[in-house]
């Protein structure tokens, strides 16, 4: 898959594809949006919200949640307020996402199925706990709260951030606001 992907890469940059996408680095509706990785809102998601290349900074993980205070997700937040002057950041969990499934148990399972040893197993529960790390959330409402309060209360973001909580249709892209008061 990856050599059709580089093949495909090199006829783009010949032909020049690339032209209606050139913008700056920088957000110009200074918007940051925290949301999942799920393949159903890669086009969706900024259809959706009516963006375009270059309208906001959009950060993707599994289940579009902060893990801990300074996670990688939180750090790009940052980055998004200081370096690249976000003014304002959407929580965006989506319905039907896997991540309100995730069970840790089934997790290690997979992955002493991949051959992933109980010695590596021992030695990553010493850095995080994996049971933590691993499980997902079973409320979605009650995630992007507890997300949108991770961001709103964190240390180093400034009080006039504003943050707000969605949840997006996986099929249809309808947008719902959740009450993170």
Known sequence: MITSILAYNKEFVANKGYEPFVTSGKPDLKLAILSCMDTR???????????????????KVAGGTLLTPYDSVMRSLLVAIYELDCEEIMVIHHSGCGACHMEADHFLHLMRQHGITEDALQEASKQVDLHQYLDGFHDTEASVRRTVAGIQHHLLVPKDIVVRGFIIDSRTGELTEVDCE
Do not use: Q, S, V, Y
């Not at 959706?48 to 270059?54: M, S, V, Y």
């Open 41 to 59: 809102l890669t086009e969706l998601l900024p259809k959706a919200l009516g963006l375009k290349n270059g309208d906001a900074k959009i950060i």
